[in-house]
């Protein structure tokens, strides 16, 4: 089957991704067939999807506060950026849907793609467990993963919270050394916790040095 080359994944039970693949309208249509819509699977989809994310956030480098890691997941699992992986998987054109919903373009709309994707994921992990669904996340997720840790990343922010876990700590900044022409100065700074060197970076802006340091100072902690 292409869709389950494309998922990377052969399902031993295929009656899990044939449910994955029917929508409430379908089954609705069809209810003296006894067939069931994929809407029970969107829900454990959902969690399942959400772990992982979160593990993989979790696993980064990046040392994220839990407040930014909870908007990230919230923004990798939202129903647009499911829509688009459906699109990659090309689910729309495997969907069950039923007559009106066909007509009226449901095998395009984001919010039944989403859906889909969820319920897809989680037949994948009834029929295969974790594993199958954690490498289908890595290789279709995880450089958007990285790439908006990344750029979320206030090292300064994530010190100070892990800092602040403990009353009566001191955290501090020091610009330790300037060099360079103007047009190329590069600052040396160190970061103090209660008056011991932690962590210590260099960067074309204080600020940016500041960060350098504080991601030393993670490392260590």
Do not use: W
Request: hydrophobic share 40%.
């Amino acid at each position: 089957m292409a869709l389950q080359e494309r998922l990377g994944y052969c399902f031993s039970d295929i009656a899990f991704l044939e449910v994955a693949l029917t929508h409430s309208s379908y089954a609705n249509e069809n209810k003296s067939s006894g067939i069931d819509s994929n809407e029970r699977l969107e829900f454990l989809g959902d969690s399942v999807l959400g772990m992982i994310v979160s593990s993989l956030l979790f696993e980064s480098k990046s040392q994220l506060p839990e407040g930014r890691m909870t908007k990230l997941r919230a923004e990798l699992v939202c129903e647009k950026s499911l829509a688009s992986l459906a699109r990659e998987f090309g689910l729309g054109e495997h969907l069950k849907l039923g007559r009106g919903e066909d007509k009226g373009g449901g095998r395009r709309r984001d919010s039944i793609l989403a859906d889909a994707v969820e319920a897809v994921i989680a037949a994948m992990y009834l029929d295969g467990g974790f594993e199958p669904v954690r490498k289908l996340i890595i290789g279709h997720l995880v450089s958007d993963i990285r790439k908006m840790a990344q750029e979320n990343t206030d090292y300064k922010t994530a010190l100070q919270e892990k800092v602040q876990l403990t009353q009566g700590q001191s955290l501090s900044y020091n610009t330790v050394a300037e060099s360079g022409p103007d047009h190329l100065k590069v600052f040396s700074v160190e970061v103090l916790l209660n008056g011991r060197r932690i962590g210590f970076g260099e960067g074309r802006s204080k600020k940016g040095a500041e960060q350098a340091a504080a991601m030393a100072a993670l490392e260590i902690l």
